[in-house]
């Protein structure tokens, strides 16, 4: 594993070089930079990981977007502010981390870095046992998100979908320990599988993710395949799951191979990230307000100019199907 630190601060990137070496087994290759050689020293290592002290920078938001494409490799920021953050979350970091001042505030920053930065090793090698076997040779991918109305109107999609359809990813906005449940009915009560997100799996045809809640959900993409990752973050448009984060991170990794839906929703989360699709080649499909039960998000899409075409509920996997 690769791991670079961008600092202007010399005792923070020799602490951090030190005690991530020693806490990480095995043993990574740590590298590091000022801020201002962030940007060639990630395109010349090619780093499993980069760490980013952003307090050195006056812009922080741009700094993390011009490091790299977005979701080129993750980013984790790391600051002093204890303020919202959600912006970063935006810019494309996947983890944000305070740090505070003197030995304790050192010894909390790199025992949460070094989870961090398990987590992340752990789904970008995708060794994860339960996927060993998984055929991985998919291009397509669907991504729904919605929120009030969105959970009985999900599965309304899903049993139109084809047994052997794409991968689906979902974000709905529910709360932390409702998402396993649900995941749970839908599996038993549908032809396809339904999981709970879990960092470092290899989405396969006929499977459908649920983002868990309180966690945002990504999709990256390597020589294997679509792969995807769940970890706590800021809130981002008022939410953890965010649609929008989901959303983001499917323009970016599927590019014009993805589908993008937005259900029946309360608020505008959604409508930037598939605006983003949209620009990045995507076909979008926004619920119509004939049968959503609240037209909030799917109008906000819509208003952004980020949906390709407006759908009745019951019509939107005939569509789906007919774009795969």
Known sequence: MKILLISDNTRLRGMLSIGLTDSIDPRPLVTACALMNGRTQLLTDKPTVAVVDIDGDKDPESYIMNLAPKYYVPIVAVTKSTGDMSSLIRAGAVDIISRRSGQAGDERLLQRLTVSIRNIARSVSGKNELQSSVKRDEKKIIAIGGSTGSTNALPV????????????????????????????????????????????????????????????????????????????????????????????????????????????????????????????????????????????????????????????????????????
């Open 157 to 324: 999609l899903l049993r139109g979908l084809r047994p052997d359809c794409p991968p689906v990813v979902c974000v709905l906005h529910m709360p932390m320990g409702y998402t396993k449940l649900y995941a749970q009915q839908l599996n038993q009560s549908l032809p396809l599988e339904v999981k709970e997100a879990v960092s470092g799996t290899y989405p396969k045809n006929g499977q459908v993710i649920i983002a868990e809640g309180s966690k945002h959900l990504r999709v990256f993409k390597d020589s294997k395949g679509y792969f995807i990752t769940s970890e706590t973050g800021e809130k981002v448009n008022g939410h953890c799951p965010s649609v929008s984060v989901l959303f983001d991170s499917v323009a970016y990794a599927a590019r014009g191979s993805g589908i993008g839906v937005i259900l029946t929703g309360m608020g505008a989360d959604g409508a930037e990230g598939m605006l983003n699709m949209r620009k990045m080649g995507a076909f979008n499909i926004a619920e119509s307000e004939s049968t959503a039960v609240v037209y909030g998000m799917p109008k906000a899409a819509v208003d952004a100019d980020a949906v390709n075409v407006i759908k009745p509920l019951h019509d939107i996997a005939a569509e789906i199907n007919k774009r795969i």
